[in-house]
């Protein structure tokens, strides 16, 4: 039997053979954490629910839902509700320092604020989105028209948009998306209420801007579809049903578009073990089909990689409570075999996530999302990290 033995020179071949050979194979890739950064603080307010942009000039733009710490009045704890929460801005050149105190990007005149979700346009037109929440007093609760979607002590206004041409220094708005048949709620106003959803929109290829909302179709629970505006989100158009069942519930939702031009949804669910979700469409839109992803996270945020590569972030409400990722191919079609990366384990409880990512330098990506430890201060954190090739 002859014996086959390497010296050092064969041997670097070979591991430049296998090295190269699995760096075409998706998912192989490995993401390096470099560092977790503090975007914003502050004991005296919640933070939560934000998202990023790059400006014009590189300039980084974290976007979030700012509201009073209830607990320095005495209460027991704070609510995703609250009729001073307002959508506020703080920006950076590195990922790393940040402005420390927030500019008001927008509060609205009848409620509370949600969610701002941002996107920035190829013109350079910002978008985001949001919707809102109204304390009626009791005198006027029983004259609201039904149904009506109340929590936590507050009726649901619906969603709206607000857009930035100056990146952001001014903001106009806010424009009201159309109310969609499945929806069957009304807003404080008696009016049926616009549509909504937290989740990052996508501009295509051809010119429209993507936008998977949430309806109630029940009072039990909600399903997806997909909105599109060809006039940089000043009006909206329904086009169809992304993802609907009788006893799943899927709600905040974030698409994309792949290079082949399919529509990818990544989307949240209830009474589904938290599942995440993906829906695809082939046809630009028209009619979608949905499948678990076979693992747990939500809500999940997309973006493209240099490489064409898509980064898939989401929050892990479960013990150890965190924040994950996973690396997928250009088509968003290896998610079954993707392998999972950890980059957050130490979350003091369910009360963190809704991550959001950008591209940075040198092969880095900065994810933003909020954060508690041990359930105190609820704060604005971000990890940077080392996409390898």
Not at 29 to 53: H, N, R
Not at 88 to 105: A, M
Not at 161 to 183: A, C, L, N
Request: aromatic content about 14%; charged content about 25%; overall charge neutral.
């Amino acid at each position: 039997m002859k014996i086959f033995s390497f010296n050092q020179y064969d041997l670097r071949c070979f591991l430049l053979l296998i090295g190269m050979v699995y760096s075409g194979v998706p998912g192989f890739s490995q993401v390096k954490k470099i560092k977790d950064v503090i975007v914003y603080s502050d004991t005296a307010f919640y933070a939560a629910f934000p998202s990023v942009v790059k400006l014009e000039d590189g300039e980084l733009m974290v976007a979030f839902r700012r509201a009073p710490n209830r607990i320095i009045f005495g209460e027991k704890g704070n609510n995703h509700v609250d009729h001073n929460s307002y959508l506020v801005s703080v920006k950076s050149k590195d990922g790393e320092t940040w402005t420390k105190t927030p500019q008001l990007l927008y509060a609205h005149a009848f409620g509370g604020s949600q969610d701002p979700c941002l996107l920035r346009l190829k013109d350079g037109t910002l978008l985001c989105t949001s919707y809102g929440w109204q304390q009626v007093r009791e005198g006027g609760l029983q004259n609201l028209k039904q149904p009506y979607f109340e929590a936590g002590g507050y009726i649901f206004l619906g969603g709206y948009v607000v857009r930035s041409v100056d990146d952001g220094k001014t903001w106009q708005g806010p424009y009201y998306p159309p109310h969609i048949d499945p929806e069957i709620y009304y807003n404080a106003y008696g009016q049926k209420a616009p549509a909504y959803n937290r989740g990052a929109l996508y501009e295509a290829k051809d010119g429209r801007i993507l936008w998977i909302i949430a309806a109630h179709d029940s009072s039990e629970k909600t399903s997806n579809y997909l909105l599109t505006s060809r006039d940089k989100g000043l009006t909206w158009e329904y086009i169809s049903e992304v993802a609907k069942d009788a006893k799943i519930s899927f709600n905040e939702a974030s698409v994309y578009e792949t290079p082949k031009g399919d529509i990818v949804g990544f989307l949240r669910t209830e009474s589904f073990k938290d599942q995440a979700v993906i829906a695809r469409s082939t046809d630009g839109g028209k009619t979608f089909s949905w499948e678990s992803m076979g693992f747990q996270g939500h809500p999940l945020t997309a973006t493209r990689l240099p490489d064409n590569r898509v980064l898939l972030v989401y929050g892990y409400r479960h013990k150890p409570f965190g924040i994950r990722a996973r690396i997928l191919n250009a088509e968003c079609t290896d998610w079954k075999t993707s392998k999972e990366f950890i980059l957050r384990d130490d979350g003091g409880n369910t009360d963190i996530g809704y991550p959001w990512p950008v591209v940075l330098p040198d092969n880095r990506v900065l994810v933003v999302y909020y954060f508690n430890k041990d359930n105190g201060n609820r704060h604005i954190a971000g990890t940077i990290i080392e996409i390898q090739p």
